[in-house]
């Protein structure tokens, strides 16, 4: 069974620094892309970052290009999200997420951490 | 960016009845459009992808059809626990960019 679990979240001070972790289980994880994909209180769904299976290639939208970083740990079936500069528009439950093998779409979806930055 | 927008916004429905729920491209995205359904309190779940290919574990209810610009989720038969908000989601271009969602409720 697929499982992964966030950890990580948790209430940070404007313009600080937040790492987020996802522990992935029951699948091959350096055989995946990953992902990171956020939701704001009673909003929608929005992709934040994507990692390729060595880790070698990232892709970020623009509204957090330059201030997150996705990486990963294959011998510890890890993925991170360093989040440096928070704003208060960053609040939001992040998910970690299992790409599908063409990378395109997101196959398993872990229960997501809250990050709420506020003074 | 590929803007998806989702109609309508929310949806009241009867159980039994069936529905469609609507995601429109800004621009063609082919068939690289995935549904997908986020109950109450819950992680979101795949449920169609390729804009109608089924995803093994989801009740043949549900259906997908559509490319281009102009897609279709349709449920055949609503049921209670299909009440929940319903996002699309394009994998053509990046950014990845998601609909803002159709909920559907109880009439």
């Known amino acids: 069974e697929v499982q992964l679990v966030e950890s990580g979240g948790g209430l940070v001070q404007p313009g600080r620094s937040l790492k987020l972790s996802c522990a992935a289980s029951?699948?091959?994880?350096?055989?995946?892309?990953m992902a990171w994909v956020r939701q704001a209180p009673k909003k929608g769904l929005e992709w934040v970052a994507t990692?390729?299976?060595?880790?070698?290639?990232?892709y970020y939208p623009d509204s957090v290009k330059g201030r997150f970083t996705i990486s990963r740990d294959n011998a510890k079936s890890s993925l991170y999200l360093q989040m440096n500069s928070l704003k208060s528009e960053d609040t939001a439950t992040y998910y970690c997420?299992?790409?599908?093998?063409?990378?395109?779409?997101?196959?398993?979806w872990g229960q997501g951490t809250l990050v709420t930055v506020s003074s | 960016d590929v803007v998806l927008t989702q109609s309508p916004a929310t949806l009241s429905v009867t159980p039994g009845e069936r529905i469609s729920l609507s995601c429109r491209a800004s621009e063609s995205v082919d068939t690289y459009l995935h549904w997908y359904q986020q109950k109450p309190n819950e992680s979101p779940r795949l449920l169609i992808k390729y804009a109608s290919q089924s995803i093994s574990g989801i009740p043949s209810r549900f259906s997908g059809s559509g490319s281009g610009t102009d897609f279709t989720l349709s449920i055949n038969g609503v049921e209670l626990e299909d009440l929940s908000i319903y996002y699309c989601?394009?994998?053509?271009?990046?950014?990845?960019?998601f609909g803002a969602g159709t909920k559907l409720e109880l009439k």
């Open positions: 990692i390729s299976t060595s880790g070698s290639r990232t």
């Open positions: 029951g699948f091959t994880f350096s055989n995946y892309y």
């Open positions: 997420a299992r790409h599908s093998p063409e990378a395109d779409w997101f196959a398993y």
């Open positions: 989601q394009q994998g053509n271009s990046l950014p990845y960019t």
